[in-house]
């Protein structure tokens, strides 16, 4: 069965710091990646998404990034953290068809 | 991609069936409509996927009138754990490969004793 692994699950970090993020995917091969992120109190935002190594999409403009050295590997990070970084991120995956799996997620907070 | 409108909170009690709707006026042709539930500080979970008239599965049943301008996700007897926020999507179809799809505020659901 396929599994998605994310970490950290939480993380503190001051301002100007830089972040990554890890997902990983077993049990399937050549997924689509997603990161998603949630602010408290709102929907998911969807951040970026990959159908292939090194085939990255970006949705928002903002100071991340994301990278897919692996196939079942994506990485969240940035080099600088902003306060309004701060919020629940999610990495899903799906195969074939749009029905999502997402991961446990990572909560960051920036001071 | 399809605007949806639902409402933002709910209330049940335990055993009841509790109906939430969604709006979706501009869907198009291939779009399918897709329910997702999220409990705190956990990601979304798959609860249905539909594209008309009716399905059902173990956790719930999606119900699509003819136009397809809006759907019912109902859920039978709901118990405590049912508490969560459910969203409606609407957008690419079943065999799109992959989502751009971004959820909106979805429903919370607070089912008391």
């Known amino acids: 069965s396929q599994t998605i692994h994310q970490w950290p699950a939480t993380l503190v970090q001051p301002v100007g710091s830089p972040l990554s993020l890890e997902c990983t995917v077993e049990?399937?091969?050549?997924?689509?990646l997603y990161w998603y992120r949630q602010a408290a109190g709102r929907g998911l935002q969807l951040l970026f998404y990959?159908?292939?190594?090194?085939?990255i999409s970006s949705e928002v403009p903002q100071n991340l990034s994301a990278s897919r050295p692996q196939d079942r590997q994506f990485i969240l990070s940035s080099k600088k953290l902003l306060l309004s970084d701060s919020g629940f991120y999610l990495c899903a995956w799906s195969r074939v068809t749009n029905v999502l799996t997402f991961g446990a997620g990572s909560r960051l907070t920036v001071l | 991609l399809a605007k949806t409108t639902q409402p933002i909170s709910m209330d049940s009690y335990e055993g009841q069936e509790v109906n939430i709707t969604c709006s979706h006026n501009n869907i198009a042709t291939n779009d399918y409509i897709t329910w997702y539930q999220q409990f705190p500080s956990q990601g979304p979970r798959f609860i249905i996927q539909?594209?008309?008239t009716k399905v059902t599965n173990e956790v719930a049943s999606l119900f699509i009138p003819a136009d397809r301008k809006s759907s019912t996700l109902s859920l039978p007897r709901v118990s405590l754990s049912d508490t969560a926020v459910y969203y409606c999507?609407?957008?690419?179809?079943?065999?799109?490969?992959?989502?751009?799809?971004?959820f909106g505020k979805g429903t919370m659901l607070l089912v008391s004793p």
């Open positions: 539909g594209y008309k």
């Open positions: 049990g399937t091969s050549n997924p689509n």
């Open positions: 999507l609407v957008g690419e179809g079943a065999d799109s490969g992959y989502s751009t799809l971004t």
């Open positions: 990959s159908v292939g190594i090194g085939q």
